[in-house]
């Protein structure tokens, strides 16, 4: 029986989210498109769904992680996630209106959208040497044959050559943004026949840096800049927009039933790995729990894995006291362990999480700030690339944890200061 105080507050996270929709519509129908946008369809798939399946279906079990349960069925915990995640919606609406009146112009945005489609023309090598590059990265590495069978990787021991992983990674999630944007190159100086062969091409190192990587994540991180780099370059918008959208999410939900992991005979089992796999309310509810409502900290010392994420490029072999990852503190405490270990794998965790977990009470503003903030650089940018890998990054901060995508965000970096200090390159 769910209380009267998390019922009110889950109607006011409906409500508000119902009301920043509306807008979020507007602006996409008029073509005002902000950064800020991409942020609704995670907010809602990611953790305002999960709580209205727990109406419908009930609280899940959790029967492997313990720890996700008992955040789930606290009335404390609900009420500040609704409240928090309300208040985080407020702050997008009002940042909505600040675009809408003091960023955005439609002049530029014309202009924009040519720029863009000129500066992908010019530096179109570039994004073709990107986009081969797994294979370089796969050739390479120590053992070329573990790449070739596919989900190798899901079982594979990461610990053993951690540096090799992360490369074949890299350069796979390099690619597939690339291809991205080569998608999405004016071609009509091209015959019929030579665009279909270049798409082809391009759909070929897709789906091999698909196969190298062996992780479902890949592929939603194709549809996700897909559709951002569509959006920004003016190529995907009102009905195209939504067919478009519809499609690729019927083919990733088939994918997803065809890579079989975590899909079981028992529906209350695989329900609840669909919920660990693509919802981020038990992370967020289970590092509210530990850090506000049973004062138990998940991290060591406070600050400590932003301090990884600004120091992750220094070896662990000159800094042995180097902090992890957020995900192995996380998975550490969720399965109860004495003792902080890199198990090889982790759950999947969430700028917003990371954030409480690191600063706890100041966290609550830490994150969303931080993810509006980004919004703002890239609104303020003057190149349409820039903005696209935007929408990227505050939707992967919401979902998956940096060290997951470190290059891609420092690319966004890099674009976001080439452009202040007005690099030549």
Not at 19 to 34: D, E, S, W
Not at 97 to 108: A, L
Not at 144 to 162: G, M, N, V, W
Not at 250 to 276: A, C, H, P, Q
């Amino acid at each position: 029986m769910r209380s009267v105080a998390e019922l009110l507050t889950l109607l006011l996270l409906v409500a508000t989210y119902s009301l920043v929709l509306r807008k979020a519509i507007f602006l996409f129908a008029t073509k005002k498109i902000t950064t800020a946008i991409a942020l609704l369809p995670v907010i809602f798939i990611f953790y305002i769904l999960p709580v209205l399946l727990d109406l419908v279906i009930g609280i899940p079990i959790y029967y492997k992680f313990r720890g996700f349960h008992e955040a789930s069925v606290s009335v404390t915990v609900a009420v500040i996630y609704n409240i928090y995640l309300s208040i985080f919606l407020i702050a997008i609406l009002r940042y909505f209106r600040i675009y809408e009146r003091r960023i955005y112009n439609g002049d530029k945005r014309i202009y924009l959208a040519q720029k863009f489609k000129e500066t992908v023309s010019k530096y179109e090598f570039i994004f073709v040497i990107f986009l081969i590059s797994p294979l370089f990265a796969v050739f390479l590495s120590p053992d070329p044959s573990f790449y070739f069978t596919y989900k190798a990787i899901t079982e594979a021991d990461l610990t053993a050559r951690p540096d090799t992983h992360f490369i074949v990674a890299r350069s796979c999630q390099l690619a597939i943004l690339s291809a991205s944007i080569l998608l999405f190159i004016e071609k009509r100086k091209f015959s019929k026949e030579i665009r279909l062969f270049r798409n082809i091409f391009v759909l070929l190192f897709v789906i091999a840096s698909f196969w190298f990587f062996g992780k479902r994540s890949i592929v939603a991180y194709f549809a996700v800049s897909s559709l951002a780099i569509g959006v920004v370059s003016g190529q995907l918008t009102g009905k195209k927009f939504k067919r478009v959208a519809i499609i690729i999410s019927i083919l990733f939900g088939v994918f997803i039933l065809m890579y079989g992991k975590n899909i079981d005979s028992n529906w209350v089992v695989t329900y609840e790995n669909m919920r660990i796999d693509f919802a981020r309310d038990a992370v967020l509810k289970f590092t509210i729990y530990r850090e506000n409502v049973i004062e138990s900290p998940i991290l060591e010392y406070d600050f400590q894995t932003f301090l990884f994420n600004l120091l992750f490029y220094i070896p662990r072999e000159i800094w042995p006291g180097k902090p992890y990852p957020y995900a192995v503190y996380l998975t550490s405490a969720v399965l109860g362990t004495s003792n902080v270990t890199y198990l090889g794998w982790g759950l999947t965790t969430s700028a917003l999480s990371e954030s409480i977990a690191n600063s706890r009470w100041l966290g609550y503003f830490m994150g969303p700030l931080f993810i509006l903030g980004l919004c703002y650089l890239s609104d303020k940018s003057n190149r349409m690339i820039t903005k696209a890998f935007g929408m990227l990054i505050v939707s992967l901060f919401m979902v998956i944890h940096f060290s997951a995508f470190t290059v891609v965000f420092l690319v966004f970096i890099f674009l976001i200061i080439k452009e202040r200090v007005k690099i030549i390159f």
